[in-house]
């Protein structure tokens, strides 16, 4: 799997990123955001989380501005494999590449712990590893990570089985406790928990190895 990893001014979540995908055999490029275009022969991007250009505006809107950014949503657009977390899933909201927004958690606090998720789906090559109905222990690190969606668009999500994952318990007051959201093609996943912290012991735990190791073997398979 040949992958990439955007780096914004503000990431602090990249080298975490490119660590878990390197663990599960991706070989990976760093891509600043200045950059005009991908390196050829993707199969893979992820947006990395952290508090890009300071988080000032709305978090994630001038990233979503950046150059790299238009060959990002070119990218998804030709059916490649997005993944966003944390700051990453609120870019990749703000490209209007996943629907709704992340709001400001309902308590107005920053939160960094680790909390349940249920696994949603496992028709996706991101959550394939799982099972359905799974609960997971993933860390977040967030203030601003309170999904939220219209009736509309979260009647599609769930009527489509778009839901990645939801909280056990919900911490900042996202809507439907959603934690995670797949897009049409399934082949973009934006969450705001942190996969790329669960995937060694020595940090605590290994409950997001499966997300990284099932989309390697997926794409390998392809």
Not at 141 to 151: C, F, L, T, V
Request: proline share 5%; glycine share 12%.
């Amino acid at each position: 799997m040949r992958a990439a990893v955007i780096v914004f001014p503000g990431s602090n979540c990249d080298r975490d990123l490119a660590v878990a995908l390197e663990r599960a055999g991706a070989s990976v490029q760093m891509v600043w955001h200045k950059d005009t275009a991908l390196p050829a022969g993707l199969d893979f991007v992820g947006v990395p989380g952290g508090f890009s250009f300071g988080d000032y505006l709305r978090c994630g809107a001038i990233a979503a501005q950046s150059p790299i950014c238009r060959s990002v949503v070119e990218f998804a657009g030709k059916g490649g494999y997005v993944f966003g977390v944390c700051n990453g899933f609120q870019i990749l909201t703000e490209t209007g590449l996943l629907p709704g927004a992340l709001l400001r958690n309902a308590g107005l606090k920053y939160i960094c712990r680790t909390v349940p998720l249920t696994v949603q789906t496992t028709d996706s090559a991101f959550t394939s590893g799982y099972h359905k109905g799974q609960s997971i222990d993933i860390p977040i690190a967030h203030h601003d990570g309170n999904y939220n969606a219209d009736p509309d668009t979260l009647a599609r999500l769930l009527g489509d089985d778009r839901v990645a994952f939801t909280y056990g318990d919900n911490p900042n007051g996202s809507t439907a406790d959603i934690a995670g959201v797949l897009s049409e093609n399934r082949r973009v996943l934006g969450m705001m928990p942190h996969p790329e912290r669960a995937d060694d012991e020595r940090h605590g735990g290994t409950d997001g190895t499966a997300l990284f190791r099932a989309l390697s073997d997926a794409l390998v398979a392809a």
